[in-house]
């Protein structure tokens, strides 16, 4: 498969996995710590946000591209057994290619509900309760903003197929 269509496909995936796995690391640490503050981690980690528009932006592009290599008339049939192989791996808990890479778009929603839920656990007198509330309006922020992102990007995706289709 040339490198182009690995581009399209994963754009830049690998990034936010080492990005995440940052934030994961930090949170540890923090917890290991035992300090109780956490929203510094999630103002902090909000720019780095921005990852996500890029990659959300060509996932749309990038199901429109695996649907058509995973389809009946491809000729990709190597990347089709791969694929189909790779669903039976433990490491992809029984989950194809598209699910796997969606799993990254849906990230930026669930730190929001991450925030929310510490929001509701922690205590109104506890030093983070202000901080945590500025950090979830700033991981909203990039949640909505990623959301509009796709919203022009599967518009795009629309009309330059009704161009192809007239």
């Known amino acids: 498969m040339p490198i182009k269509t690995c581009d399209l496909l994963f754009a830049n995936i690998r990034s936010i996995k080492e990005m995440n796995k940052g934030l994961l690391a930090d949170i540890g640490d923090r917890i290991k710590s035992e300090s109780t503050k ?69 990230r930026v929603p669930r730190y929001k509900l991450l925030i929310q839920e510490l929001i509701k656990n922690t205590h109104a007198s506890h030093p983070d309760k202000h901080d945590l509330k500025k950090a979830l309006g700033e991981v909203a922020n990039a949640a909505k903003s990623i959301n509009e992102a796709i919203r022009a990007e599967e518009t795009r ?3 330059k197929v009704r161009h192809t289709d007239e």
């Not at 981690?41 to 058509?68: H, R, S, W």
Request: charged residues 20%; neutral net charge; glycine residues 4%.
């Open 157 to 159: 995706q629309e009309l």
């Open 38 to 106: 956490l929203s510094d981690l999630f103002i902090e980690f909000v720019p780095i946000l921005a990852m996500y528009n890029d990659y959300c932006q060509k996932n749309v592009g990038a199901n429109l591209l695996l649907t058509k290599l995973l389809g009946a008339e491809s000729k990709e049939t190597k990347f089709k057994e791969f694929c189909n192989k790779q669903v039976s791996d433990p490491r992809s808990r029984g989950l194809a290619l598209n699910s796997l890479l969606i799993a990254a778009v849906q």
